[in-house]
């Protein structure tokens, strides 16, 4: 699982996003997506996959995506993802 998050106090904003990749009964790769305010549940999508490579190439699009929106990583699992990018 991937986890991001933006933080800036000035505008009273608190968000995370969380991404992972599981696989379905049926062989598919399910892209899930979590986000809102921190504290809160949040919402969620899913977006399924045939292959496991296109929903890897998503995961690492909204990754950089929302990098460049100011959303910083939390912990060191994942830098490797945004850094080909």
């Known amino acids: 699982m991937i986890v991001l998050r933006r933080i800036d106090n000035s505008c009273n904003m608190a968000r995370f996003y969380a991404l992972s990749i599981e696989r379905s009964l049926f062989g598919e790769s399910i892209l899930i997506r ?7 549940h949040g919402q969620r999508r899913e977006d399924w996959y045939r292959a496991s490579d296109d929903a890897a190439a998503a995961l690492g699009r909204l990754v950089g995506r929302k990098v460049r929106r100011g959303y910083l990583l939390v912990g060191g699992a994942a830098p490797a993802l945004t850094a080909s990018r």
């Open 34 to 40: 979590r986000w809102g305010r921190i504290g809160t």
